[in-house]
């Protein structure tokens, strides 16, 4: 890790003070993936209501300390107006009589980063900051915790949000809030992104855990579940235009990656009925139905098992 730039610690104010939201996030993009995002934790109820922002194509923000909520959309605003982070961020602080006591990151979706810690957050209280990313946080255990969350980001492979949650668990292991933990949250926006119908929506993941003794294991079993269901949502763009051949791929890969899915493997069996693939389609269904046997009576009405309805296998899948 070679980060460009570190806040400086901070000094002052009492953790006593219940108003203060002590948090860790990081703020990233992957400009090849067209995707921007920010992840956060901290001892706050609902921190994902006023933490972090995102726009498609245009970068995203988290703002915490004493955290205001208005400095998202302002400063993502400046950015897509063409300021850089530094120059957007600087803007709204210079207006702010409390500055000292903001923490904010800032991501363009080129890369670009700015972060801030205002002198009197309460110890310990920095951030990291490098091409792509800014990590920040206050009333921590310390600043291995910025640096153990900048560390996971770069190494750990996969999507961006997966790349986020790491470094939020990462940033716990190394002690976290000093308070504990209460809440946490994790979005991604990506340019261009579509739904299961097609439809451009720009937000991938919107994921929120308002409050729970372990907020950041709660998330990581929340985007499991997102997870698992953008495969179907990626799957179903081609088999609306019936490239049934297509959806049953996207799917297989799916189901690979979560074998105990019920939904995958039903929906791997739709597609590859549709797609001429009789064996596979009866055998992906009979997994899936040993995994959910309730699915039995939507097989029994399913339009995308004509293909196969005349089979004999199928009809003693549906007895079994």
């Known amino acids: ?132 990313y800014a990590v920040q946080g206050n009333i921590l255990a310390g600043e291995a915790v910025v640096r153990e969350m900048a560390r996971a980001f770069e190494t750990v492979a996969g999507p961006l949000a997966l790349r986020l949650l790491t470094a939020l668990e990462a940033g716990q292991a190394a002690g976290g809030d000093k308070r504990g933990e209460q809440s946490a949250a994790l979005i991604v926006e990506q340019s261009g992104y579509a739904d299961a119908t097609g439809l451009g929506i720009d937000r991938m993941i919107d994921l929120r855990v308002d409050d729970h003794p372990q907020p950041i294991a709660e998330l990581r079993r929340l985007l499991g579940l997102r997870l698992r269901q953008e ?7 081609p088999y609306y235009d019936a490239d049934y051949a297509r959806a049953a791929a996207i799917m297989a890969e799916g189901a690979r990656a979560y074998p105990d ?24 269904l009979a997994q899936a139905l040993d995994v959910d046997p309730a699915m039995r009576p939507m097989a029994a009405a399913d339009s995308d098992f004509d293909p196969v309805r005349a089979d004999a296998r199928f009809a003693a899948l549906l007895k079994a």
């Not at 993009?29 to 609902?46: C, I, M, N, R, W």
């Not at 994902?48 to 995203?60: D, K, N, Q, S, Y």
């Not at 500055?99 to 980063?113: E, N, P």
């Not at 939904?263 to 992906?284: K, T, V, W």
């Open 1 to 132: 890790m070679k980060p460009d730039s570190r806040v400086r610690l901070s000094r002052g104010r009492s953790p006593a003070d219940q108003r203060i939201i002590s948090t860790f996030s990081i703020v990233a993009a992957d400009p090849s993936a067209g995707e921007v995002g920010v992840a956060v934790q901290s001892k706050y109820l609902a921190v994902g209501a006023v933490v972090p922002w995102a726009r498609a194509g245009v970068g995203a923000v988290a703002t915490q300390a004493m955290g205001f909520a208005g400095f998202g959309p302002r400063i993502l605003d400046a950015l897509a107006k063409g300021q850089s982070p530094q120059v957007a961020m600087e803007a709204v602080l210079a207006a702010d009589r409390m500055a000292a006591q903001r923490q904010v990151g800032v991501v363009s979706a080129s890369g670009v980063t700015a972060s801030h810690t205002g002198a009197e957050c309460m110890d310990w209280a920095g951030g990291l900051r490098a091409p792509t």
């Open 261 to 284: 899915s019920a939904e995958i493997l039903y929906n791997l069996a739709c597609f590859e009925s549709m797609a001429g693939q009789p064996d596979e389609s009866l055998r992906h």
């Open 231 to 237: 495969v179907s949502f990626r799957a179903m763009r």
